[in-house]
């Protein structure tokens, strides 16, 4: 069984006036959701063999809140950023090879991409709060493609 672990950036602090989304931290309450996060994914003993990253501050952020992962194959990945299901379906399929693969970014997309994955519809989904992770499950030999996956856990702060 493959699996792609989706996890949403924890809260961040409002955009200041001027400032570029992209630079926005992570609040307080952001960074102990994102430690809970760590604290979760360890207890479930889900290490990830690879790690792609938004390059947002935020998402950055949370990653390192995490604690120790288990994953030496840590990358930034500028697509993640305001990616729609499709862009992250095909960035996650070049690296198919990951046994599994924790993608760390930004809603709507990995709410949209986790409904696409399971039911085969984007518009279809309930929601990712902030901190909040999907574990999909896919067949060794499954392509990742609309409706191939089985939404196993799903955690939220």
């Known amino acids: 069984m493959r699996q792609l672990i989706l996890l949403r950036h924890a809260h961040a602090e409002s955009s200041a006036p001027g400032q570029d989304d992209r630079a926005r931290p992570l609040s307080p309450i952001g960074q102990a959701e994102a430690q809970a996060a760590g604290d979760w994914l360890r207890e479930h003993g889900l290490a990830p063999d690879r790690v792609l990253c938004s390059p947002a501050l935020r998402t950055r952020q949370t990653l390192a ?19 729609s299901p499709g862009t992250l379906i095909a960035l996650a399929d070049t690296h198919a090879d990951a046994r599994r693969l924790l993608l760390v970014g930004h809603n709507p997309g990995l709410e949209q991409l986790a409904a696409l994955l399971h039911s085969g519809q984007s518009g279809d989904y309930r929601g990712m ?6 574990v999909l499950e896919f067949a060794p030999d499954a392509a990742i493609e609309p409706g191939a996956a089985r939404l196993s856990r799903f955690w939220w702060p």
């Not at 995490?66 to 990616?83: K, M, N, P, S």
């Not at 709060?129 to 999907?134: F, H, K, R, W, Y």
């Open 65 to 83: 809140a995490l604690g120790d992962t288990g994953c030496a194959d840590v990358r930034e990945e500028e697509a993640i950023y305001e990616a």
């Open 129 to 134: 709060p902030p901190g909040g992770i999907a």
